[in-house]
T-cell receptor
Framework: GAVVSQHPSWVICKSGTSVKIECRSL??????MFWYRQFPKQSLMLMAT?????????EQGVEKDKFLINHASLTLSTLTVTSAHPEDSSFYIC?????????????FGSGTRLTVV | AQSVTQPDIHITVSEGASLELRCNYS??????LFWYVQSPGQGLQLLLK??????LVQGIKGFEAEFKRSQSSFNLRKPSVHWSDAAEYFC???????????FGKGTRLSVIA
């Protein structure tokens, strides 16, 4: 089945630094990647949608200059949290979709636990 | 706008008992429907999905779900729960294969001996 690899699994960083999270589709071409954020004991909130080779589309309330998304290839998307602050601490999950969205559906990475100290 | 309602925040069942997790959606047409399971600190695993066709969908780990258009529901069921099923369950919908998933708030399942 379709596999999406996300790393790191967890990261601790100092306030003011930047953190990059990678999401790779291992056995299919991910034409679209979705980035979600999940607070403890809450549901997943969509942050942005990225299509390969295009600029990401951000959801209302998500700062595009703070959460930089790059989807330069059909197998890799990255989320960079810039100038991280403690309130950015959260669980970030990516999801990849192939061209049709039907063959593989929406495949999720294993998530990244970000802690900003 | 689409929305997904999972009315039960937390459900506790005895091991071996049957399970039904409720999911209702709000959308004009028939959306794509999904159920995912999440263990603590982990990503999401797809249990099953419905796009069209037979309204009773079989998934992994012995789960099934039934799409009922008249009730705008897509309830998840399992005839006999195992302790390893304890986790968070999310129902999700998409307008089509091109749009992002919208998630319900989740139902936490606890299994007792």
């Amino acid at each position: 089945g379709a596999v999406v690899s996300q790393h790191p699994s967890w990261v601790i960083c100092k306030s003011g630094t930047s953190v990059k999270i990678e999401c790779r589709s291992l056995d299919f071409q991910a034409t679209t990647m979705f980035w979600y954020r999940q607070f403890p004991k809450q549901s997943l909130m969509l942050m942005a949608t990225s299509n390969e080779g295009s600029k990401a589309t951000y959801e209302q309330g998500v700062e595009k200059d703070k959460f930089l998304i790059n989807h330069a290839s059909l197998t890799l998307s990255t989320l960079t949290v810039t100038s991280a602050h403690p309130e950015d601490s959260s669980f970030y999950i990516c999801s990849a979709r192939d061209r049709t969205g039907i063959t593989h559906g929406y495949t999720f990475g294993s998530g990244t636990r970000l802690t900003v100290v | 706008a689409q929305s997904v309602t999972q009315p039960d925040i937390h459900i506790t069942v005895s091991e071996g008992a049957s399970l039904e997790l409720r999911c209702n959606y709000s959308y004009g047409a028939t959306p794509y429907l999904f159920w995912y399971v999440q263990s603590p600190g982990q990503g999401l695993q797809l249990l099953l999905k419905y796009f069209s066709g037979d309204t009773l969908v079989q998934g992994i780990k012995g789960f099934e779900a039934e799409f009922k258009r008249s009730q705008s529901s897509f309830n998840l069921r399992k005839p006999s729960v195992h302790w390893s099923d304890a986790a968070e369950y999310f129902c999700a919908v998409a307008h089509s294969g091109n749009t992002p998933l919208v998630f319900g708030k989740g139902t936490r399942l606890s299994v007792i001996a």
